[in-house]
């Protein structure tokens, strides 16, 4: 074995060997080949290739076939498909060519190290030529005495491979040089062309893997020629107004040839062609004269030519020439029809006429003008009345009866004939039956039922609804034996109304209508919801029908679908006729989604979201709660106000307390030299059940007054000095303004009592006289702060009744009502207590009762006067004005200062008619 070096070496040899050159400028003979040499393969064949390896490569580095590697375009063969010829010789084979692809390698690997590429070969795959069929050749004239030939043929599959075809023609006795197609396959020109000799012709197709041939014709070139068109073509109108003549030039020669020809013609505007019969044009010729043409009509024309005898081809057509024919006078009557109007009077109508214009081939001519004639069948005598109209309407006034209008058109060459419309009084013929429609091939078709009695002719009328225009009606006549009829101009998705009348001879029909479409297609838009009414459990929906140009078909049905935020969408289908739905079984106080659809024939829309919420409380159900509630509440207050009357007595103690009556009252406790102190925190302790006595009142005689020691009036200064002190100003809720007006009492003078102010405060003192329990009884006084009126039930009667016996013996320091008379009443304080002193000096002053004053009540002090000019002899001691008070004072033996003598607050029990004490 080679060491790797040595493997090197020999790979270095092998390309040395392959590819340096010899002194001679060629290549040094290579390791080996391959055979066959470049091949030309058919498509799906077998193949071997054989690769050969020369002897000088096998001494040097023993380089064997069984190393022979077979590559197709670098891609390694099998080697299923290798065979060892001998250790020179490998050969591989291919059972199918269609796979093969080029390049093919012939490669060596020495001990699998190094890959070397020995030879290689470019593999062509394809087929080999059809027969060529279908050969047909066409002499082409090309001016008068020019001609050339051209033959096509089908050349067959594609061969991958490069083939040639090749014309051949010949005589009998002569060949001519093949005609080799330039640029393509199929087809080839013969300039060089002999008439009047039988020509045999073929094609010949060649490639590397072969040969075909077509089948061979044999023609005389003058039969396969095709002539040039007729040129100078002409029209020119006849003396008729039904014919029209033609003129043209030939650019064939006689001498070659004789032709005939073919006429074509068609209205201007139309796309139909018509031809003049071919045995008309059959022998040769230079003009002819087209007649049955239309009066006043436009005709295009063209002409084409061929061979005489019909062998060969036809000419192409010449250029279209137009001519017009002659008027001639109409061939009919317009269509008329009418329509009535009698809203505007009912003894009269308003007609208007109208009418078609006549078509082309109708009119024959330019219409100048329409006659119209209107006859008066209900009145013989009436006149015939005429109107020459310009324009296809016309509006008359007429009175309401029978009426025939004729209506002829009129050119220039004479009068159409009459067209007749019968008016009738009232359509009380029968009508048509079974009225339907039809679409059709863009068409729609009307049909009816024809009633039992003779109709003279059909009136179909039509229009587009819309509901922002007013109807345009169209209409057309049909015969009295057809029972339907196609409607033209009918647009797609758009509403028409149909009404047909039928015409008898004595009369005429009503109208039978019917809508119908076209085609349709589903709304252009949906419904738009909205709600009338909502309540807890039920919702009124409202909506508007679509217009007739929205809904682009007939609305079959509505299709409401509402569904809450979270829940399931329901479906209702409402009648199309209907514009309010109620909605039923909702829940309260719930948001629902709620939108509509309209569905026709073709489809459906779906118009926008509408939202509503349910309420929270039905019809009648606030009512309910608020109605007992209120009343309920108006018991409840009239109960209360029962109550209250019934415990009106009740009730007064609390609201208005009743103020006990001082003369009423009475004295706890009496203490001339020390005021008893009062724990206001407890009454009870303070004044225990029966600690207090009646309040008496104490009189002073006035021969008495002298029995007093100076030491026992003591006490009585005190209380003038408190009386002075405190007028100024009020102690407790018992004080009042020296200014307000004190409650007037009985004067103790002769002139009777008065009645007084009961609106005034009450200020009043008790005088306790008996003791506590076993003390000494000393002498107190107290005053009250109540602020509560006396009523005058309370007063005593006593009290009123004082005289002027009582006032001549005695002196009443205890009194309910002060001695002033009237004229006093209003002074101020200072004066009448000046006065009142002056008045009795010598006279005791007593315990002093200050009375009632307004609505407020206050106790007014008490004194007593050491003198004349200090005591109050027959008043009561009190200060004229409300808001003079007199603090209780201490009578004893050692009286005290007013400033340390203690005040005493005396509460009151209850006693016969008194008031409980606040």
């Given at each position: 074995m080679f060491s790797r070096w040595n493997w090197v070496a020999c790979g270095f040899y092998l390309v040395l060997n392959i590819c340096s050159p010899d002194a001679s400028g060629g290549l040094v003979?290579?390791?080996?080949?391959?055979?066959?040499?470049?091949?030309?393969?058919?498509?799906?064949?077998?193949?071997?290739?054989?690769?050969?390896?020369?002897?000088?490569?096998?001494?040097?580095?023993?380089?064997?076939?069984?190393?022979?590697?077979?590559?197709?375009?670098?891609?390694?063969?099998?080697?299923?498909?290798?065979?060892?010829?001998?250790?020179?010789?490998?050969?591989?084979?291919?059972?199918?060519?269609?796979?093969?692809?080029?390049?093919?390698?012939?490669?060596?690997?020495?001990?699998?190290?190094?890959?070397?590429?020995?030879?290689?070969?470019?593999?062509?795959?394809?087929?080999?030529?059809?027969?060529?069929?279908?050969?047909?050749?066409?002499?082409?004239?090309?001016?008068?005495?020019?001609?050339?030939?051209?033959?096509?043929?089908?050349?067959?599959?594609?061969?991958?491979?490069?083939?040639?075809?090749?014309?051949?023609?010949?005589?009998?006795?002569?060949?001519?040089?093949?005609?080799?197609?330039?640029?393509?396959?199929?087809?080839?020109?013969?300039?060089?062309?002999?008439?009047?000799?039988?020509?045999?012709?073929?094609?010949?197709?060649?490639n590397a893997l072969g040969k075909a041939e077509s089948d061979h014709l044999v023609v005389d070139p003058v039969d396969i020629v095709k002539p040039l068109s007729p040129q100078n073509v002409s029209v020119s109108s006849g003396i008729l107004p039904t014919v029209l003549k033609l003129s043209w030039e030939n650019r064939v020669s006689n001498a070659v040839m004789t032709l005939k020809f073919n006429i074509r013609y068609r209205i201007i505007g139309n796309t139909s062609w018509m031809e003049v019969p071919s045995e008309d044009t059959a022998s040769p010729r230079t003009s002819f004269s087209v007649q049955g043409l239309r009066p006043y009509t436009g005709y295009a024309f063209s002409i084409r030519c061929m061979k005489e005898d019909g062998v060969g081809y036809w000419s192409d057509w010449s250029e279209e020439k137009t001519g017009i024919t002659t008027e001639d006078e109409p061939s009919k009557g317009p269509p008329i029809w009418r329509i009535i109007d009698a809203s505007h009077s009912p003894a009269s109508w308003t007609v208007h006429l109208m009418w078609k214009a006549l078509k082309p081939f109708e009119a024959n001519g330019v219409i100048l003008q329409y006659e119209v004639t209107v006859r008066d069948k209900s009145c013989l005598s009436s006149p015939l009345k005429k109107y020459n109209v310009t324009s296809t309407n016309h509006t008359l006034q007429l009175p309401k009866g029978t009426y025939e209008v004729?209506?002829?058109?009129?050119?220039?060459?004479?009068?159409?004939?009459?067209?007749?419309?019968?008016?009738?009084?009232?359509?009380?013929?029968?009508?048509?039956?079974?009225?339907?429609?039809?679409?059709?091939?863009?068409?729609?078709?009307?049909?009816?039922?024809?009633?039992?009695?003779?109709?003279?002719?059909?009136?179909?009328?039509?229009?587009?609804?819309?509901?922002?225009?007013?109807?345009?009606?169209?209409?057309?006549?049909?015969?009295?034996?057809?029972?339907?009829?196609?409607?033209?101009?009918?647009?797609?998705?758009?509403?028409?109304?149909?009404?047909?009348?039928?015409?008898?001879?004595?009369?005429?029909?009503?109208?039978?209508?019917?809508?119908?479409?076209?085609?349709?297609?589903?709304?252009?838009?949906?419904?738009?919801?909205?709600?009338?009414?909502?309540?807890?459990?039920?919702?009124?929906?409202t909506w508007n029908h679509l217009t007739v140009e929205e809904q682009n078909g007939f609305i079959r049905n509505y299709t409401i679908l509402y569904k809450t935020i979270d829940g399931n969408e329901t479906v209702v289908t409402v009648d199309p006729s209907k514009t309010e739905y109620t909605l039923s079984s909702l829940t309260s106080d719930t948001l629902y989604t709620v939108r509509m659809m309209a569905s026709t024939d073709n489809g459906s829309r779906t118009g926008p979201d509408f939202t509503f919420t349910t309420q929270k409380f039905g019809k009648g159900e606030i009512e309910a709660i608020v109605v007992p509630v209120c009343l309920a509440f108006l018991l409840i207050v009239l109960l209360g106000v029962l109550f209250c009357f019934n415990k009106r007595d009740l009730i007064k103690k609390h609201i208005w307390p009743i103020v006990p009556d001082p003369s009423k009252s009475n004295i706890a406790q009496w203490s001339p030299q020390v005021p008893a102190k009062h724990n206001f925190n407890s009454k009870d302790q303070m004044y225990p059940e029966g600690s207090f006595t009646d309040v008496s009142v104490v009189e002073i005689e006035a021969d008495d007054k002298k029995s007093f020691s100076e030491q026992d009036l003591k006490p009585f200064d005190l209380l003038k000095k408190e009386k002075s002190t405190s007028e100024g100003h009020s102690s407790g809720i018992g004080g009042s303004s020296c200014m307000s007006s004190p409650r007037q009492s009985v004067s103790d003078s002769d002139e009777g009592e008065t009645t007084q102010n009961t609106s005034s405060t009450v200020q009043y003192s008790t005088v306790v006289l008996n003791g506590y329990r076993d003390q000494t009884p000393v002498q107190v006084f107290s005053r009250s702060e109540s602020t509560q009126p006396l009523l005058d039930s309370e007063e005593r009667s006593e009290d009123h009744a004082g005289g002027a016996e009582s006032t001549a013996q005695r002196q009443q320091y205890f009194r309910q009502n002060g001695g002033q008379d009237e004229n006093n009443a209003d002074r101020p304080c200072f004066e009448r207590a000046k006065q009142i002193t002056h008045a009795n000096e010598g006279d005791l002053v007593g315990f002093v009762q200050l009375q009632v004053s307004g609505q407020s009540s206050q106790p007014l002090g008490l004194g007593i006067e050491k003198n004349t000019e200090e005591a109050a002899l027959s008043s009561v001691s009190q200060t004229c004005t409300e808001g003079q008070t007199v603090r209780p004072e201490t009578v004893g033996e050692n009286p005290l200062s007013v400033d340390d003598m203690p005040k005493s607050y005396l509460p009151q029990t209850v006693r016969q008619g008194g008031y409980m004490p606040q």
């Open positions: 003979q290579s390791c080996g080949h391959i055979i066959p040499e470049s091949p030309v393969l058919a498509l799906g064949s077998n193949f071997t290739a054989l690769c050969i390896l020369n002897e000088t490569c096998l001494d040097f580095g023993n380089i064997y076939a069984n190393q022979i590697i077979w590559k197709i375009k670098n891609r390694v063969v099998p080697k299923e498909q290798y065979r060892e010829v001998n250790r020179t010789v490998s050969s591989v084979t291919f059972n199918d060519t269609s796979s093969l692809a080029t390049p093919l390698t012939c490669n060596i690997l020495a001990d699998g190290q190094i890959e070397q590429n020995i030879y290689g070969i470019t593999v062509t795959v394809g087929l080999a030529p059809e027969k060529p069929k279908n050969l047909s050749c066409i002499v082409h004239q090309m001016s008068r005495f020019t001609y050339v030939m051209n033959c096509t043929w089908n050349p067959g599959r594609h061969t991958f491979l490069d083939t040639e075809f090749r014309l051949k023609y010949s005589w009998p006795e002569e060949v001519f040089p093949d005609c080799i197609p330039k640029g393509v396959n199929n087809s080839c020109t013969v300039n060089d062309i002999q008439f009047f000799v039988n020509t045999e012709i073929w094609v010949e197709a060649a004729t209506l002829i058109a009129r050119n220039s060459v004479g009068a159409s004939p009459p067209s007749v419309l019968l008016i009738p009084a009232r359509n009380s013929e029968a009508p048509v039956k079974n009225l339907r429609t039809l679409p059709k091939h863009d068409k729609l078709w009307v049909g009816w039922t024809a009633p039992n009695s003779y109709v003279l002719k059909y009136v179909i009328e039509w229009c587009l609804v819309s509901s922002s225009s007013d109807c345009i009606r169209e209409w057309q006549i049909a015969l009295g034996d057809v029972q339907g009829v196609d409607l033209k101009g009918i647009k797609p998705f758009k509403c028409y109304l149909i009404t047909v009348y039928p015409l008898y001879a004595d009369g005429q029909g009503s109208g039978q209508s019917v809508k119908a479409y076209l085609k349709q297609d589903r709304p252009s838009k949906g419904p738009t919801v909205q709600t009338k009414k909502v309540g807890k459990a039920e919702a009124v929906l």
